[in-house]
């Protein structure tokens, strides 16, 4: 068993070296926002002022005690990469045929759209979106131009981008050891670093584009975490992330059959593969939709 896990782990990171993803940085890359600390600053006066804990600031920033002095450079995170996106919803349809032609209709009214499918309890929903948008006001605007056209029945969703423990596409590598700790050690090939937490293997695998320190895939195995944040199991899976875009059925090892439930997303992508059992999560890998 552990000797196939490593062998998976193997041909999914040759996959991550394989998978370089460049993307728009401004619309992408959370931040790192440093500030320079000023005469009577503390510790907790910044966090409130930046809405973080004074734990967060001292572990973000590897302080080992509250004393900070002026002219001192302090890293403030950007955890908003997790703030919720609205989806405009123009109908949902049992029959792929019946979205296709909303879509169809939508196009020719000058609204761009797509079908999302969604996997409930076996079986397949098809989801009409018409935009997904930072700022409700402007998917409210887009809500209203739907109503517009005739479909009244539209609504807004709200929806996190997809995600592992908090960790996004285009998050920091130091947010990234934020959220999972401090590895006791890593490996690096090329643009892939393997971070280890314990046991014989790696816990989390990232691609990352260099110039600016960014994640670009995201690879994690809950066994090997010493974090309990994970979701390690499908029913806690389905709680953090609702019902998967589309459930496959694979070949793992020794010829056992391994279902995946793969989330899609705002060009982002989440699998999931869950173990012969039928319960236990094998591992999580964030990418970006081609």
Do not use: W
Request: hydrophobic share 35%; charged share 25%; net charge positive.
């Amino acid at each position: 068993m552990k000797k196939f896990k490593r062998f998976l782990q193997a041909v999914l990171c040759i996959l991550l070296i394989g998978s370089v993803f460049y993307f728009d940085q401004e619309n992408t890359f959370a931040k790192d926002n440093y500030i320079v600390i000023k005469k009577g600053d503390t510790l907790y006066s910044i966090s409130k002022k930046y809405h973080i804990s004074v734990g967060d600031l001292k572990e973000y920033n590897q302080l080992t005690s509250n004393k900070i002095i002026a002219g001192q450079k302090l890293m403030i995170p950007d955890f908003e990469q997790t703030k919720p996106l609205y989806v405009v919803v123009a109908g949902s349809f049992s029959k792929k045929t019946n979205a296709d032609k909303r879509v169809a209709f939508l196009k020719k009214k000058g609204i761009d759209a797509i079908v999302v499918k969604k996997v409930m309890n076996g079986k397949n929903f098809y989801r009409v979106q018409a935009g997904v948008f930072s700022k409700k006001s402007n998917a409210e605007k887009m809500k209203k131009k739907v109503k517009d056209i005739g479909i009244k029945d539209a609504f807004l969703l709200s929806e996190k981008p997809l995600h592992i423990n908090g960790i996004t596409l285009g998050t920091s590598y130091n947010q990234l050891l934020q959220k999972f700790g401090q590895p006791t050690k890593t490996e690096d090939d090329k643009n892939t670093r393997s971070l280890y937490y314990q046991n014989e293997g790696p816990g989390v695998r990232i691609n990352f584009y260099a110039a600016n320190d960014s994640i670009e895939q995201l690879q994690v195995y809950p066994e090997f975490l010493t974090t309990t944040s994970i979701p390690t199991d499908k029913n806690k899976i389905l709680d953090t992330y609702g019902n998967p875009n589309e459930v496959k059925i694979v070949t793992c090892y020794e010829s056992a059959s391994c279902e995946q439930m793969i989330y899609t997303f705002n060009k982002s992508q989440l699998i999931v593969q869950i173990d012969r059992d039928g319960k236990t999560v094998q591992y999580l890998d964030l990418r970006k939709t081609k």
